[in-house]
């Protein structure tokens, strides 16, 4: 089964400190992109950061950067010096191309809460 | 550039109703996406929609219909609502499907079955 598992539903963190949200995918395909996005209380997602499953080097966006582990099906996100706008839902999504079409796979999310 | 627009931002329905909520890509952009939001399921993809035709489709009961104009705005139709249905629903656009293009997504559309 195509599954994204984030298994913190709820997650704080102090102002100007990091934090690390988890997750873990199952596929079989070889070929296939991760991503993590942000759904601020507004509700408009976007994109924070994009992985291609075939780099292992890890991407990096300002203050936001993952761990991929591809063996593990790891692929967690790391926020330095969190800032209040921070705060918001955060989707771990893969896409995957399978039967001739691509399909995107969400997780539950994780609600990340910035404390002042 | 004006972004994704999705309306109604919020409707309410009585079970046994139909619904019909209209998706406005980024100008330029073909492929438009829907997703159902649900607290407990995360976001679920319905289908994808790239020159008026549906390229692809989520597990999701035939009530739940979609289409693409030829200015690649999008409608999505529910017949039959179920309480179920409640959720929010989610329009995505890119350039075209089956890439590592991001999408866009809208604000969404609150829909409540009662």
């Known amino acids: 089964a195509q599954t994204v598992t984030q298994s913190q539903p709820e997650m704080s963190v102090q102002e100007a400190e990091t934090v690390t949200l988890s997750c873990t995918y199952d596929?079989?395909?070889?070929?296939?992109?991760l991503f993590w996005y942000k759904q601020p209380p507004s509700r408009q997602m976007i994109l924070v950061i994009r992985?291609?499953?075939?780099?292992?080097q890890n991407a990096t966006e300002n203050r936001f950067s993952v761990n991929f582990q591809k063996a593990a099906k790891s692929f967690s996100l790391k926020i330095s010096d969190s800032q209040l706008g921070d705060a918001a839902m955060y989707f771990c999504?893969?896409?995957?191309?399978?039967?001739?079409?691509?399909?995107?796979?969400f997780g539950t999310g994780t609600r990340l809460k910035v404390l002042a | 550039k004006a972004g994704v627009t999705q309306t109604p931002r919020y409707l309410i329905k009585t079970r046994g109703q139909q619904v019909t909520l209209s998706c406005s890509p980024i100008?330029?952009?073909?492929?438009v996406s829907w997703y159902q939001q649900t607290p407990g399921q995360g976001l679920q993809f319905l289908f994808e929609?790239?020159?008026?035709?549906?390229?692809n489709k989520g597990n999701f009961p035939g009530r739940f219909s979609g289409r693409q104009f030829s200015n690649s705005r999008s409608e999505m139709n529910v017949s039959t609502l179920e309480l179920g249905d409640s959720a929010l629903y989610l329009c995505?656009?890119?350039?075209?499907?089956?890439?590592?293009?991001?999408?866009?997504f809208g604000p969404g559309t609150r829909l409540t079955v009662t």
């Open positions: 100008s330029g952009h073909r492929s």
């Open positions: 999504a893969y896409r995957i191309k399978g039967s001739g079409t691509y399909k995107y796979i």
């Open positions: 992985q291609e499953a075939y780099k292992q």
């Open positions: 596929t079989s395909e070889s070929d296939y992109y």
């Open positions: 995505a656009s890119s350039t075209q499907p089956g890439t590592l293009y991001e999408q866009y």
């Open positions: 929609y790239f020159s008026e035709t549906q390229r």
